[in-house]
Structure formats: C-alpha cells, structure tokens
C-alpha cells in the first residue's frame, strides 16, 4: 500500500507570514509529485508539480522535494486570506506498468488578518 | 478547453438502488481518472483510462463499481446496490500523458448521498 503522509492541521498563519506545508511518502521509486489547493465545497485545483530534487518556484509558491527523505513540502510566501484552503499532497506511483496519482489527507490552512 | 464536466453534481438514492455518473473531460486528454472523497479525506483513487482502455481499477473497489469509456471520450461509472457507505463526492480528473502529469484538471464532483 503506496501511503502519503501529511499533517491534517489546521495550520494557523498570519496574513504576510510564510506557510510551510509538508507531505512524506512511502514509495521510494516514486518520481512525480504534486500540490493541490481544495477550497472547502470545491474540487481539487493543481498549482504545482516537480520531479526533481531541489526548489521550484512560481510566483509566491515553492515547491520543494528531497528524494532521498521521501519528503515534499510546499511554501507560500506572503500568505493571504484567500489562501485559507486545504492543501492536497499527490505522488504518482508506479503499479503494474502504469502511474497511479495517490493523495494524502491534506493539510488544513488558514491564514488569518 | 471548456473544463471537466461531471453530471449530475447532485444525486440521492435509496439504499440498493443503482446509479450511473458521467464524466466529459477535457477534448484533447487521454488519461481519465475516477477519485472519491469523503469528509476530512484526501481523494481515494478508483480507477483510470487511458484512452478507452481501463488499465488500473483499485483493488479497495468492490465488484459492485464498473467504469466505462466508451470511444475515449465520456465515461460513466456505475454503481449497484448503493449502500450508505457509498455517500461521498465521486469526482472525474483528466489529463494528457506522455508525460505522466497526474489528475491535472478535476470536475466539479457529483455528490451521492444514499439514504
């Protein structure tokens, strides 16, 4: 059973602060990895990937992962009220010759004035 | 790209009764993906298509859950003899692979209460 960890929160921010969200995953061969943002009512919205060690940044998100620890973090800088949502971890795992996206539980953030 | 769409957004059913959801995704994707989320959960993954060939169905699905892709564009997915444990946001996720991007773009869900 492939498992991806995150802390379900909730994670309390003040606005202009940095978030810093976590996620572990169990499938060492895994290679591709995703956030998602979930707006409670709404669907999951995908706002980043990376596949490979180190940072990726776009605009006031960093993605991070470190393949070795099988640990993927997210950072949201300058952290607004609208980013109060929760945020979804995924890790495409391999099974049986295809690839198999696996959410966590997310992480619950609220980012308060 | 006029988006996934996902119908009906609502539906409930008595327990036993059956129920079919559909799924339209993106015109140009090739990979479709059926999830479950309950309440505090993260999505449950159910099965995917590549094209209309389904080539993973979870091993947590029962036999009472069938999928289809009929041509690889719409799909539905059924199932038989709701239970209450069935009650959860059934959401459809597209994307196009190569390379493997994973569910890059969801539906608005169909929402099934069983009652």
């Known amino acids: 059973q492939k498992e991806v960890e995150q802390n379900s929160g909730p994670l309390s921010v003040p606005e202009g602060a940095i978030a810093s969200l976590n996620c572990t995953y169990s499938?060492?061969?895994?290679?591709?990895f995703f956030w998602y943002r979930q707006y409670s009512g709404k669907s999951p919205e995908l706002i980043m990937s990376i596949y490979s060690n180190g940072d990726k940044e776009d605009g006031r998100f960093t993605a991070q992962l470190n393949k070795a620890s099988q640990y993927v973090s997210l950072l949201i800088r300058d952290s607004q009220p609208s980013d109060s949502a929760t945020y979804l971890c995924a890790v495409l795992h391999a099974s049986g010759g295809s690839y198999i996206p696996t959410f966590g539980r997310g992480t619950s953030l609220i980012v308060h004035p | 790209d006029t988006g996934v769409s996902q119908d009906p957004r609502h539906k409930i059913t008595k327990r036993g009764q059956n129920v079919t959801f559909r799924c339209d995704p993106i015109s140009e994707h090739n990979r479709l993906y059926w999830y479950r989320q309950t309440l505090g959960q993260g999505p449950e993954f159910l099965t995917y298509?590549?094209?209309?060939?389904?080539?993973?169905k979870s091993r947590l699905l029962s036999d009472r859950f069938s999928a289809e892709r009929p041509k690889g564009s719409f799909s539905t997915l059924e199932i038989q003899r709701t239970e209450q444990g069935d009650s959860a946001m059934y959401l459809c996720?597209?994307?196009?692979?190569?390379?493997?991007?994973?569910?890059?773009?969801f539906g608005s869900g169909t929402r099934l209460t069983v009652v």
């Open positions: 996720a597209s994307s196009l692979d190569p390379p493997p991007t994973g569910a890059k773009t």
């Open positions: 499938d060492r061969g895994s290679q591709s």
């Open positions: 298509f590549q094209n209309e060939a389904q080539l993973e």
